[in-house]
């Protein structure tokens, strides 16, 4: 998932400043923000991390990632295709 995160954050970016070094920038600190929640959770929040709340946070992203499929990019896919009539 990481390859289309980065194109959906570089390339509005890229055609609205035409800079790619400006898009590359941006799009690196987009990147970088979930290594350090990463770091930050595991330093200030050692033992209140459990195995449950990662599977919980993980089947939480899961819904919210079917949600989005399913409800706006794969609408969108349809309309655009000409396959809505």
């Known amino acids: 998932h990481n390859i289309p995160e980065g194109v959906a954050v570089a390339l509005p970016i890229y055609f ?7 898009a590359l920038k ?3 600190l987009s ?4 290594p350090v929640a ?13 195995q449950n709340l ?13 949600f989005l499929v ?9 309309k655009h295709a000409g396959w809505d009539q």
């Open 16 to 22: 609205a400043t035409k800079s790619r070094w400006e």
């Open 26 to 28: 941006i799009t690196t």
């Open 31 to 34: 990147g970088l923000a979930e």
């Open 38 to 50: 990463v770091i930050f959770a595991a330093v200030f929040f050692p033992s209140s991390i459990s």
């Open 54 to 66: 990662v599977d919980e946070m993980l089947a939480g992203v899961a819904g919210i990632m079917a």
């Open 70 to 78: 399913f409800c706006e990019l794969l609408p969108l896919a349809v």
